[in-house]
């Protein structure tokens, strides 16, 4: 089965100002008019009603589990339904590592996106120490079994594999060096993440989700990553800042198509 890829980005808080995500964002989309590729950047909420782009589509970084409430500072799944927003990420590992959020919650997230028809990116990912230890498969089992719990349409959900040791984050990773997963680690544990899907879902089901990959992918590593049978693209941080990282991997993705 051959599944379309799919590029996502991820600001993070990286960019703080609205004339500067205009121009940065306005610059991507006028690129991919020349691409068929999904292509999606998550950006800080704040710019979500501000923007709008042509093939570029956007997304939030995260939503709350709730629709509305007392909540200070999180966003409505419904504020993403208003502004038009597609997609959003759930459970990155900045949100479980340093806001401390559980599997529980984000499974609540998971399914609160989809009830608005908004597709949840799951991203799960062990640590430097969880693969060190061995205990990474079990680590990204739970990630999944509990994060999709009760989920049903998983045809509407993407998952990101981003290994936290890999995600150019000091903060993550204090005492050890950031670096991509080879081609190889990456591709078998996509299969092993395409395996646990298949034990839940059966087997159509896990050929045809797409599961990205993230941690420090960029023009330079992209083409042996999605060169592998199980990554279907990626979810970027620092490389989609700017169209002149970003577009090289689009260029990568037509040229394996
Ligand atoms: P980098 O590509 O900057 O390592 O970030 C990866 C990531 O966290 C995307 O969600």
New binding site residues.
Partial sequence: MTRPYVI???W?LQVTSLSEAKRRLEEIDSHLENFDIETFI?VPSVFLYSVSTQNLKLAAEDIHYEESGAYTGATSVLSLVDAGIGYT?VG???RRIIFKETDEEINKKVKLALKYDITPVL?IGETAKERETGEYKEVLRRQLVVGLQGVENLEKVII?Y?PVW????KALNPDTE?K?ATPADAEATHSFVRRVIEELYGQNISQSVRILY?????ASNAEELLKQPNIDG???????LKAETLIPVHRICSSLN
Wanted: a neutral charge; hydrophobic letters at 35%; aromatic letters at 0%.
């Fill in positions: 996502g980005g991820n993070k998550a990420l990155h590992s900045e991203c990101a981003e890999a995600i150019n984050n950031i991509p993230g941690g420090s992918m960029k990626g979810l970027i941080g620092g490389a989609s």
